[in-house]
């Protein structure tokens, strides 16, 4: 396991992660100090504890406000896809009604193809 430092309201936090991921907490670390920053410039000095409290509240916020984009887009992929699957189904429909109609065509021509045959067979024997 590796270990960072990691900065939040002013305090060093020593923070374990997985080997690799160092940048990664680092850069949630710095983005959640942020939020604290950001409402202690806009209420002043509260406590360490309410700052806290309300970024977290923040993150979780954008995080609520993000599932449900998420589900919203799931929804639309599920029917998007849904309506491809549909048209491709009825594609594969008429494709097969053309290829049937194109072998009632084709039985024809030969039909009449061997109709003209006969018929050019007759005025040579006569």
């Given at each position: ?87 491709a189904a009825e594609a594969e429909g008429m ?8 072998g009632d065509v084709a039985r024809r021509i ?17």
């Open positions: 396991m590796a270990e960072v430092s990691v900065e939040i309201n002013g305090r060093k936090f020593r923070m374990a992660c997985e080997d690799g991921q160092e940048t990664h907490l680092s850069g949630l670390a710095a983005r959640f100090n942020g939020y604290i920053d950001e409402y202690k410039g806009a209420f002043g000095e509260i406590g360490d504890t309410r700052l806290t409290v309300m970024a977290g509240i923040a993150v979780v916020d954008e995080l609520n406000e993000a599932e449900k984009k998420l589900a919203a887009l799931k929804a639309e992929l599920d029917a998007v896809t849904k309506a491809g699957n549909d048209v494709e097969a009604k053309f290829a049937a109609k194109l030969e039909s009449i193809a061997t109709a003209i045959d006969a018929a050019g067979q007759d005025t040579q024997t006569q």
